[in-house]
């Protein structure tokens, strides 16, 4: 890890720090060894100046590793809910589940860097586990290789190795690169951690655009091409780690020197120990709990644990910012889904618009640096850290707020929620003459249906069962006709009502129960010819429709016009043209002459189309983006400047703990508590609101501290206790 000096030149970079570079400095062994050694030559500069040439190396591999793994996490959501065709709960589960797991890894790379490998090996062995990982995931991803076990078992196994991996570089990557410089190159170390940050935002922001695009817009196997999503990042990590090797020969190469992360919790377990085996009331008590670690560890350790968990303290309420933060990927992601993406020039996948975050990160680094902050010194507020991260919870419970209204509109498009014992029943007259339905013992349907009439809303049918056959009576130009169906619960129907060879008739068929999914559009046929047809929507959909108002199954495509469709009979092949079908609609299309060498046909749309524009979405993400800002470069800057150099790391990984148990938390509420989308982002933001005015709280009695200060004070009055205490052994107390 960088030493002391670095440690100072850190906070410039802080400045520019997002969430993803906090996992920069966890490693946290002692400071690499000074003065020459054979494992630390001089590395040759870059273009004549201060700046190893290794450098190079490790920025192009994060670069290619960040690219690697957010362009993998951006699809992966709509991987779970299309592919394997999970629900929407268990896509949110698995999804934070993986993320919660690549945040508790970093400190399994730490350990391995700092007492055993050291970073560079470390780098190297965990990089081959990633690259396999990626390939695994990329292989399951293939529909054509084995059933569905074999795509999930693959999946997950290559999830697994992915987070090892990713997780476990992390803490040495930046770490290894801040020990390419000379200790008299401090200024020039600053920069570079500046240079690898804006290399994680690039390679996140342009990977976050482009898998997206390589999922929705190419085709493979018949279907979105998850296999191409996942196989660019893996060709990207291969990259990283080929660049990576590559430059080795230039590496300075310090060896392991144990991690404090593992004193600090030896140390505070034997403390929590002693106590517990010396809990007589003839002992003296002493003036923290740590002070019981005094028989094993130094005045100095435990002087700056002390330190330590005075913050960690702080650290309590922080996994709900988290918890919230990271459903971008998720939640905030279906419900992309359900919008409408036509951006006129442009049409967005929903799962793009995450790139919208580290483009908001790096255009609000320097607004609220060099703008906001400074205008808020000059009109004399007190804006002090715990409020700034205290803001970011409020901006970040506001967006979620945003995205429960936004989900309440997007939800009357929707069909109505079925329950057990209804259905829902809708008329389509496709006779000439109107015709009125009457269902025995149902009070449905009290006026007339007109011939070719847009349908109105379903009408719900109430069942004495989990189905039931039902009489219906038609009344058609004074004619009385009728017919009995079978209804089952939870299902949806429309009554086609028709004249065929000089009477009237009827279907009942099935419809669509809900909204396609991902923003696809459903289209249905019904021939009202009297010979069958063979319908080319595009060049690879191919429909027969038999006929007599026989009607084919639905069939989704992308959102687009159609307007280039074949229709095929006996007598000659006719254009069809369909027109605009839209996200999330299903229509019904019914072919019903074929005059002067043209289809003639009638379109209805039985569900809605998503009529909420995804730009709405643009407001939450400005929120959230702002309180990422405001939240996470405080929170870490201020807990580094209330700790001692030496446990900066320890910090490290318990905020990266956080971010994990919020994660973990997500996964809980998805899976034990599954309600409306709205009431959880509702839940969320009460939630968030009600840990914020926790932490203030917290915050508030807390007293912001000089360590160095501070470890004078601790020196001072260990020095004045020390001859009150009473010699004791761990083992066996001792009076």
Same mark, same amino acid.
């Given at each position: 890890?960088?030493?002391?000096?670095?440690?100072?030149?850190?906070?410039?970079?802080?400045?520019?720090?997002?969430?993803?570079?906090?996992?920069?400095?966890?490693?946290?062994?002692?400071?690499?060894?000074?003065?020459?050694?054979?494992?630390?030559?001089?590395?040759?500069?870059?273009?004549?100046?201060?700046?190893?040439?290794?450098?190079?190396?490790?920025?192009?591999?994060?670069?290619?590793?960040? $690219?690697?793994?957010?362009?993998?996490?951006?699809?992966?959501?709509?991987?779970?809910?299309?592919?394997?065709?999970?629900?929407?709960?268990?896509?949110?589960?698995?999804? *934070?589940?993986?993320?919660?797991?690549?945040?508790?890894?970093?400190?399994?790379?730490?350990?391995?860097?700092?007492?055993?490998?050291?970073?560079?090996?470390?780098?190297?062995?965990?990089?081959?586990?990633?690259?396999?990982?990626?390939?695994?995931?990329?292989?399951?991803?293939?529909?054509?290789?084995?059933?569905?076990?074999?795509?999930?078992?693959?999946?997950?196994?290559?999830?697994?190795?992915?987070?090892?991996?990713?997780?476990?570089?992390?803490?040495?990557?930046?770490?290894?690169?801040?020990?390419?410089? +000379?200790?008299? *190159?401090?200024?020039?170390?600053?920069?570079?951690?500046?240079?690898?940050?804006?290399?994680?935002?690039?390679?996140?922001?342009?990977?976050?655009?482009?898998?997206?695009?390589?999922?929705?817009?190419?085709?493979?196997?018949?279907?979105?091409?998850?296999?191409?999503?996942?196989?660019?990042?893996?060709?990207?990590?291969?990259?990283?780690?080929?660049?990576?090797?590559?430059?080795?020969?230039?590496?300075?190469?310090?060896?392991?020197?144990?991690?404090?992360?593992?004193?600090?919790?030896?140390?505070?377990?034997?403390?929590?120990?002693?106590?517990?085996?010396?809990?007589?009331?003839?002992?003296?008590?002493?003036?923290?709990?740590?002070?019981?670690?005094?028989?094993?560890?130094?005045?100095?350790? =435990?002087?700056?644990?002390?330190?330590?968990?005075?913050?960690?303290?702080?650290?309590?309420?922080?996994?709900?910012?988290?918890?919230?933060?990271?459903?971008?990927?998720?939640?905030?992601?279906?419900?992309?889904?359900?919008?409408?993406?036509?951006?006129?020039?442009?049409?967005?996948?929903?799962?793009?618009?995450?790139?919208?975050?580290?483009?908001?990160?790096?255009?609000?680094?320097?607004?609220?640096?060099?703008?906001?902050?400074?205008?808020?010194?000059?009109?004399?507020?007190?804006?002090?850290?715990?409020?700034?991260?205290?803001?970011?919870?409020?901006?970040?419970?506001?967006?979620?707020?945003?995205?429960?209204? =936004?989900?309440?509109?997007?939800?009357?498009?929707?069909?109505?929620?079925?329950?057990?014992?209804?259905?829902?029943?809708?008329?389509?007259?496709?006779?000439?003459?109107?015709?009125?339905?009457?269902?025995?013992?149902?009070?449905?349907?009290?006026?007339?249906?007109?011939?070719?009439?847009?349908?109105?809303?379903?009408?719900?049918?109430?069942?004495?069962?989990?189905?039931?056959?039902? *009489?219906?009576?038609?009344?058609?130009?004074?004619?009385?006709?009728?017919?009995?169906?079978?209804?089952?619960?939870?299902?949806?129907?429309?009554?086609?009502?028709?004249?065929?060879?000089?009477?009237?008739?009827?279907?009942?068929?099935?419809?669509?129960?809900?909204?396609?999914?991902?923003?696809?559009?459903?289209?249905?046929?019904?021939?009202?010819?009297?010979?069958?047809?063979?319908?080319?929507?595009?060049?690879?959909?191919?429909?027969?429709?038999?006929?007599?108002?026989?009607?084919?199954?639905?069939?989704?495509?992308?959102?687009?016009?159609?307007?280039?469709?074949?229709?095929?009979?006996?007598?000659?092949?006719?254009?069809?043209?369909?027109?605009?079908?839209?996200?999330?609609?299903?229509?019904?299309?019914?072919?019903?002459?074929?005059?002067?060498?043209?289809?003639?046909?009638?379109?209805?749309?039985?569900?809605?189309?998503?009529?909420?524009?995804?730009?709405?979405?643009?407001?939450?993400?400005?929120?959230?983006?702002?309180?990422?800002?405001?939240?996470?470069?405080?929170?870490?800057? $201020?807990?580094?400047?209330?700790?001692?150099?030496?446990?900066?790391?320890?910090?490290?990984?318990?905020?990266?703990?956080?971010?994990?148990?919020?994660?973990?938390?997500?996964?809980?509420?998805?899976?034990?508590?599954?309600?409306?989308?709205?009431?959880?982002?509702?839940?969320?933001?009460?939630?968030?609101?009600?840990?914020?005015?926790?932490?203030?709280?917290?915050?508030?009695?807390?007293?912001?501290?000089?360590?160095?200060?501070?470890?004078?004070?601790?020196?001072?009055? +260990?020095?004045?206790?020390?001859?009150?205490?009473?010699?004791?052994?761990?083992?066996?107390?001792?009076?």
């Amino acid at each position: 890890m960088v030493g002391d000096k670095a440690r100072g030149e850190m906070n410039a970079f802080q400045r520019n720090e997002s969430k993803e570079t906090l996992f920069t400095f966890i490693s946290a062994g002692d400071d690499p060894p000074k003065g020459d050694s054979p494992l630390q030559k001089k590395s040759p500069k870059l273009c004549g100046s201060n700046y190893p040439l290794s450098i190079a190396f490790i920025v192009v591999n994060e670069f290619c590793e960040r $690219f690697s793994y957010y362009g993998m996490r951006a699809v992966l959501t709509l991987y779970f809910l299309s592919f394997f065709h999970w629900d929407e709960n268990l896509s949110t589960a698995v999804y *934070h589940a993986f993320s919660a797991l690549c945040y508790f890894t970093p400190v399994i790379g730490a350990i391995m860097a700092d007492s055993w490998l050291g970073k560079y090996k470390t780098i190297i062995y965990l990089s081959i586990v990633y690259v396999v990982g990626h390939l695994i995931k990329s292989v399951g991803a293939i529909p054509s290789l084995g059933n569905q076990a074999v795509h999930v078992v693959l999946s997950m196994v290559g999830l697994f190795l992915i987070a090892l991996g990713t997780g476990g570089i992390k803490p040495c990557v930046s770490a290894f690169g801040g020990d390419q410089f +000379e200790e008299e *190159h401090a200024s020039e170390r600053s920069k570079f951690f500046s240079i690898f940050y804006l290399s994680i935002n690039a390679g996140s922001l342009i990977s976050t655009f482009v898998t997206p695009v390589l999922r929705g817009d190419v085709k493979c196997f018949g279907e979105d091409c998850y296999a191409l999503a996942f196989g660019v990042p893996a060709a990207l990590m291969v990259l990283a780690l080929v660049v990576f090797i590559a430059g080795s020969g230039l590496y300075r190469k310090t060896p392991p020197q144990g991690n404090v992360l593992l004193e600090v919790c030896k140390c505070i377990g034997f403390a929590i120990k002693n106590r517990l085996k010396n809990r007589s009331r003839e002992i003296p008590k002493r003036d923290h709990w740590l002070d019981w670690a005094s028989e094993k560890y130094s005045k100095q350790l =435990i002087g700056e644990v002390k330190m330590v968990t005075r913050v960690l303290f702080l650290f309590i309420p922080l996994p709900m910012f988290w918890a919230l933060f990271d459903q971008q990927g998720s939640r905030w992601t279906l419900q992309a889904t359900k919008m409408n993406a036509d951006f006129g020039i442009y049409v967005l996948q929903p799962d793009q618009m995450q790139f919208l975050n580290p483009l908001l990160i790096l255009v609000f680094i320097p607004i609220f640096d060099l703008g906001l902050y400074p205008l808020i010194n000059m009109c004399k507020l007190n804006f002090t850290p715990i409020r700034k991260m205290a803001t970011g919870m409020i901006l970040a419970g506001l967006a979620f707020g945003l995205a429960a209204v =936004i989900e309440v509109k997007i939800n009357e498009t929707d069909m109505p929620r079925l329950v057990p014992k209804e259905s829902l029943i809708r008329v389509l007259n496709l006779a000439k003459n109107p015709v009125q339905v009457t269902i025995q013992d149902k009070d449905l349907f009290q006026q007339p249906v007109e011939s070719f009439q847009n349908p109105a809303e379903y009408s719900k049918l109430i069942l004495n069962g989990e189905q039931q056959s039902l *009489h219906f009576t038609l009344q058609h130009q004074g004619l009385t006709l009728a017919f009995n169906y079978t209804v089952k619960e939870k299902s949806v129907y429309s009554l086609i009502v028709f004249e065929a060879e000089g009477s009237l008739s009827s279907r009942l068929i099935t419809d669509l129960e809900a909204k396609p999914e991902n923003g696809l559009a459903a289209v249905r046929f019904i021939n009202g010819l009297s010979q069958d047809v063979n319908l080319t929507i595009d060049s690879k959909r191919f429909i027969a429709v038999q006929k007599n108002y026989s009607a084919s199954e639905y069939s989704l495509l992308e959102r687009d016009i159609y307007n280039n469709g074949k229709c095929i009979t006996e007598t000659g092949e006719f254009p069809l043209e369909l027109g605009l079908l839209d996200f999330g609609a299903s229509y019904t299309v019914v072919i019903t002459n074929i005059s002067g060498g043209a289809v003639e046909m009638w379109k209805s749309e039985d569900i809605k189309a998503n009529n909420v524009h995804m730009a709405w979405q643009l407001p939450q993400y400005l929120l959230i983006s702002a309180g990422e800002v405001m939240f996470s470069i405080t929170g870490l800057a $201020f807990s580094y400047s209330q700790s001692p150099a030496s446990m900066k790391s320890v910090l490290q990984a318990g905020w990266l703990l956080t971010v994990a148990v919020g994660n973990t938390f997500v996964l809980i509420v998805a899976e034990a508590a599954p309600m409306a989308q709205w009431a959880e982002f509702v839940l969320f933001t009460v939630l968030l609101f009600a840990v914020c005015i926790i932490f203030s709280i917290m915050g508030y009695f807390y007293v912001s501290v000089d360590p160095e200060d501070l470890e004078e004070k601790e020196e001072k009055r +260990e020095t004045s206790s020390r001859g009150n205490m009473i010699g004791l052994v761990t083992q066996k107390t001792k009076l």
